[in-house]
């Protein structure tokens, strides 16, 4: 028995990196997960905190802001409506002495009255100033702080209608106006602290800053939302702040100088859209919690380490009779079974090694079996059974060999029956196939002799069909001559016509020279009557006319000779064209009979020829015949000897078959 080892550690390995790598996977991705949900639940929560205190801080100090606003327009305003200031009773210092009162009080850097055209006291003109504007149009205004032209410092006015006679909407005389500094407003936002890192600041209805721990910013009016075209990082501060000029609270987490930073905005009410910010460092109230992920994530490391260590240790315990078993179905699979699996457990590996070694067995022993029964089989030994048990899925096996022994038992039975069979009937084949031979050898004597009869009458028709062929020739000559007989008595017929055609025209000229010898005639004689009445002058005109009488009695019996001659011309060619047409008529049917008798004699030339390829057919049949005979004779000689060695080979398997031992049923 060959003893498994764990020479191939590669293959161990492979399935403990499987599992440390599916462990490692399912470890990070669980406590990745755990490690997300409590960050975002941790910064979910803390910014929402971080949330519901910035917008209860920012509201404290809006309130804040709008009452020390609200103090600073009663001052004002009571300004407003005192008496003596309105009053043309009252003299200038009388005025003054009651505004000095109040900017030691208030930290004002200035109070004045104005009259209607904006002049103060001191004849200093604030008519373009915002705050007198809105001031004398009813309203108590506190305007944002405007740097001043060097940009070092900033002041803010704030101003109310001055009443006639100190009584709250009547007249309006011109207004009551303080400048206060500018650091005024910044003032009050210093002293709300939030955290260690949180400001307040405020800002006007433009973006401009009014308030700042760092003065230097209201000082030069420093404004996000402009800022935000060049500056990326305050694009979302610059949001959140225009959002709040227009009425709505805004937070989020805005970036300044670098910066993140918790921020928080709200409008304030009372003014003309100014709008207070509060913001604090992210790293204050987060810290802590990236402090805390931080040591969730070391936590995870080392519990990773640790789940590691004993998957290592687990997976070394698993992998090991794996492999052992893996080995052993590697040998199996190379047809190798003498092997052995020493692991033993009670655990469902123990049990699939138990598995495992029963199977090598049971396999081993049936392919023995099977080999042994082969073995037999080889050498002629077929009543042979099973040895062993063959159980489940071999059950098959063990039925497919006793149906092959069984099947080739009764092949080799019924091949000996066959064998003895084929004996029997190759002798009578050889005796059929012997007298098959003979007949076949008189059937070809007889053959030969009709080959030679058909020849000869083939030879005989072929010379008739020649004859024939001949005789059609000559006959189509013949015919031809004839036709072109006919051709020229046709022609011959048109001449006659042609030439009794002439006569009678000629017969017409005749008439008519007849005629003109008549009229000739009677001339002369007129003439000779003239001649006679002329006397002896007439005389030789009486030779001439006498002359003409008798020239034109001449032509008259010329004439009347011709018209005989001609008539009976006439008459000839009309006996002449009565014969020729009878002749024509004669050739034409010659022409016919000839042509029938040409067509006659064609018919006779094609049954001749048909004759000869019929009889040539004819000796090409008898001498196919004659070879099949001659194969036949060929072959019936062939079967004989074949039948005979047959006999001998039946013989020799009657021998060969004999040598099995079979098993009987």
């Known amino acids: 028995m060959k003893k498994i080892s764990t020479e191939n550690k590669e293959n161990q390995k492979s399935i403990k990196k499987q599992i440390l790598i599916i462990t490692i996977c399912i470890l990070l991705v669980s406590l990745s997960l755990v490690t997300l949900i409590f960050s975002v639940t941790s910064i979910t929560t803390t910014t929402a905190t971080v949330e ?195 009425g709505t609270p805004a937070f989020g987490i805005s970036y300044y100088d670098g910066n993140a930073q918790f921020t928080q905005l709200v409008p304030l009410e009372g003014t003309d859209g100014w709008a207070l910010g509060a913001y604090v460092d992210k790293s204050e109230f987060l810290g802590a919690i990236d402090l805390t992920i931080v040591i969730c994530i070391g936590v995870s490391v080392l519990a990773l380490a640790m789940a590691i260590f004993i998957m290592i240790r687990f997976a070394t315990r698993l992998t090991r009779p794996i492999m052992e078993m893996e080995e052993a179905l590697g040998e199996i699979a190379k047809g190798n079974y003498e092997v052995s699996v020493d692991y033993q457990s009670e655990d469902e590996i123990g049990k699939m090694a138990d598995s495992l070694r029963v199977m090598i067995k049971t396999t081993k022993d049936i392919i023995e079996d099977a080999a042994r029964g082969l073995d037999e089989m080889a050498n002629g030994n077929f009543d042979i059974s099973p040895q062993v048990e063959y159980t489940g899925a071999w059950e098959k096996m063990e039925t497919a060999i006793v149906g092959i022994i069984v099947s080739l038992s009764n092949t080799i039975n019924t091949i000996l029956t066959s064998a003895n069979k084929v004996n029997t009937n190759a002798e009578q084949v050889f005796g059929s196939s012997k007298a098959l031979s003979e007949g076949a050898t008189d059937q070809a004597s007889a053959v030969e002799e009709l080959q030679a009869t058909v020849t000869d009458i083939s030879g005989e028709v072929d010379h008739n069909a020649q004859n024939s062929k001949e005789a059609n020739q000559m006959a189509q000559i013949v015919g031809n001559e004839i036709k072109r007989s006919n051709e020229q008595m046709q022609t011959m017929v048109t001449a006659m016509e042609d030439i009794s055609n002439s006569s009678k025209q000629i017969k017409n000229i005749i008439q008519a020279i007849e005629e003109i010898a008549s009229q000739t005639n009677l001339l002369s004689l007129n003439a000779s009557i003239e001649a006679a009445r002329a006397g002896d002058m007439g005389k030789g005109f009486a030779v001439v006319a006498n002359e003409v009488g008798n020239l034109a009695k001449e032509s008259t019996e010329a004439v009347k000779t011709s018209e005989e001659l001609i008539q009976e011309s006439v008459q000839a060619v009309e006996r002449g064209m009565k014969i020729v047409e009878d002749t024509a008529a004669q050739l034409l049917q010659s022409a016919q009979k000839a042509e029938e008798l040409s067509h006659h004699i064609e018919d006779i030339t094609s049954a001749s020829v048909r004759q000869a390829e019929a009889l040539d057919q004819a000796t090409r049949g008898v001498e196919q015949i004659s070879c099949v005979i001659q194969e036949n004779t060929a072959m019936a000689e062939e079967s004989s000897a074949s039948a005979e060695m047959l006999s001998g080979e039946a013989q020799t398997l009657n021998e060969l078959v004999g040598t099995f031992k079979t098993k009987h049923i």
Do not use: C
Request: net charge negative; proline share 2%; no cysteine.
């Open 52 to 246: 519901e205190m910035f917008g209860e801080i920012t509201t404290t100090a809006a309130r804040a802001v709008e009452n020390r606003l609200v103090a600073t327009k009663s001052v004002i305003q009571e300004l407003g409506t005192t008496n003596r200031l309105s009053s043309a009773d009252s003299t200038l210092e009388s005025k003054k002495e009651i505004l000095n009162s109040k900017i030691e009080k208030f930290g004002f850097l200035e109070l004045s009255v104005t009259d209607k055209s904006g002049v103060d006291l001191d004849g200093k003109s604030i008519a373009e100033e915002e705050a007198f504007k809105r001031a004398f149009a009813g309203e108590t205004f506190v305007d944002h702080p405007v740097p001043t032209e060097d940009g070092t410092a900033s002041t803010m006015y704030i101003a109310a209608p001055l009443w006639k006679g100190g009584i709250y909407d009547t007249e309006i005389l011109g207004v009551v106006y303080g400048v206060l500094d500018g650091i005024y407003l910044s003032n009050i936002t210093n002293h709300i602290q939030i955290g260690k890192t949180g400001k307040v600041y405020m800002i006007n209805e433009h973006g401009d800053t009014i308030a700042n721990t760092d003065q230097n910013q209201v000082n030069t009016a420093s404004n996000s939302m402009t800022g935000a075209a060049t500056n990326k990082d305050l694009k979302k501060l610059a949001a959140m702040e225009e959002s709040a000029v227009n």
